[in-house]
Each structure stands twice: as C-alpha cells, then as structure tokens.
C-alpha cells in the first residue's frame, strides 16, 4: 500500500488557485490516485482520480508527472465554501483497504 | 444525497453498554467499509465487507464487530464501550470493493458515551 504525505493545512483567499500536493514516492504501476473532499461532520466524498498526466472535471484538475511520485489537485478560483479537509488515496484493484491519512485542511479566507 | 443511509444519527449512551449503527449501502454496491472519526484521530479505516464476506480489516478494536446480511445491509456492533469510543462513525460503499473505485459515504452516526 503506497504511502502518502500531504501538508496538514494550507490557507488561501477568495477567488485563488489553490494547489495541494500529495506524495506517494513508492506508487505501484497498477495503482490509481484519488481525492476526497470532507466538510465537517460530513462524510468524505469523492472529487477526481486520475492515473497518469491530467484529468478535469467540473470540480477540479488532478496533475500526476511522469513519475507518478506525486500528484496535485488543483481547485479553481476558491470560494468560502471549498473550505474543507482533503485526502488523498492510492490504490489499485487488488487493495482492498481504503485507509485515509490525515488529510489537508484547507481554509479559504474572505 | 449519496444514496448511503446511516441510522441512528445520534446515539447517546453511557459507558459498558452496547450499541448497534445501521448501514444500507448504495443500490446495487456490494461492499460496505466503516470508519471511525474521532477529534484527534482522524478518518480511521475499521473493517470492510464484500458481499457478505469479511474482505480486510484495520483499526478495529476486539470490543466492536460488524456484519453484512445478505440484504447487503451492514451493522457495526459496539460493546463495553468506554469514553473514547465518542466519535463519529461513518459506512461507505462501492460496487465491488476494489481500491479504485469510488467511495460513497453516509451521513455518519454520532456516538457520544457519558
């Protein structure tokens, strides 16, 4: 199971691009990269995955370089509402335990 | 809405007693994951079923056990419950249990033990 390492808060304001890395330095070549976003006392819910180079919905943008080692989901133009914890998760089919880590707490500022 | 229903939302006990937290998955997904989420624990993985089978097991403590029914409806039982059990408990789901698939949560029940 491919560890992974995020900052534990990041701060932004209104309106900002706000971009939040995730390490996985020993991702396996089957394994996939996914982001939930969680408000509080709410349960997480999913926003994008992606396995390689770039993936957007209507949410947000995942990047995943060459290497896979990494990857950066990036939301668009903040508002107070994005304000939230995010994960993110590596797996493959093969992995059937969906353990979250601690997760970046983002908080969008007026 | 998700389509995951958590029953109670909240449930309020005291110490040593014994509580049980309902799961009805999403139509048609075969796998049921419970988590716990304490203030200073985070998001913690307990135990995942597939179809009625036990498929991988986390933080779980020997005082709590879960089941799947063949309804697919899943239940996480609670005993001797201390303090710290206080949290919040939420059950996910997903077609087929594999590590890439999307997880769809519920609302969470929230345990508070006096």
């Known amino acids: 199971l491919a560890k992974t390492t995020q900052p534990i808060s990041m701060d932004s304001y209104e309106g900002q691009e706000v971009n939040i890395t995730c390490s996985h330095n020993n991702i396996a070549t089957n394994d996939y990269i996914t982001w939930y976003q969680q408000f509080p006392s709410q349960g997480p819910r999913f926003i994008i995955q992606?396995?390689?180079t770039k993936v957007t919905n209507e949410v947000a943008s995942l990047f995943i370089p060459a290497d896979r080692k990494s990857s950066t989901l990036s939301l668009p133009r903040v508002s107070l509402s994005d304000t939230a914890v995010y994960y993110c998760?590596?797996?493959?089919?093969?992995?059937?335990?969906?353990?979250f880590g601690a997760g970046t707490r983002l908080t969008v500022k007026p | 809405d998700s389509g995951v229903t958590q029953t109670p939302k909240h449930l309020i006990t005291a110490t040593g007693q014994r509580v049980t937290l309902r799961c009805s998955p999403r139509?048609?997904?075969?796998?049921v994951y419970w988590y716990q989420q304490s203030l200073d624990q985070g998001l913690q993985f307990l135990i995942q079923y597939y179809n009625g089978e036990e498929r991988a097991k986390g933080n779980i403590l020997e005082r709590f056990s879960a089941q799947q029914f063949p309804d697919l409806h899943s239940e996480l039982n609670l005993s001797s419950l201390e303090l710290g059990d206080s949290a919040l408990y939420f059950c996910a789901s997903s077609a087929t249990g594999t590590g890439f698939e999307k997880l769809f949560f519920g609302s969470g029940t929230q345990l508070s033990v006096l």
């Open positions: 998760l590596v797996g493959d089919y093969n992995n059937n335990d969906m353990r």
């Open positions: 139509s048609g997904d075969l796998s």
């Open positions: 992606g396995y390689k």
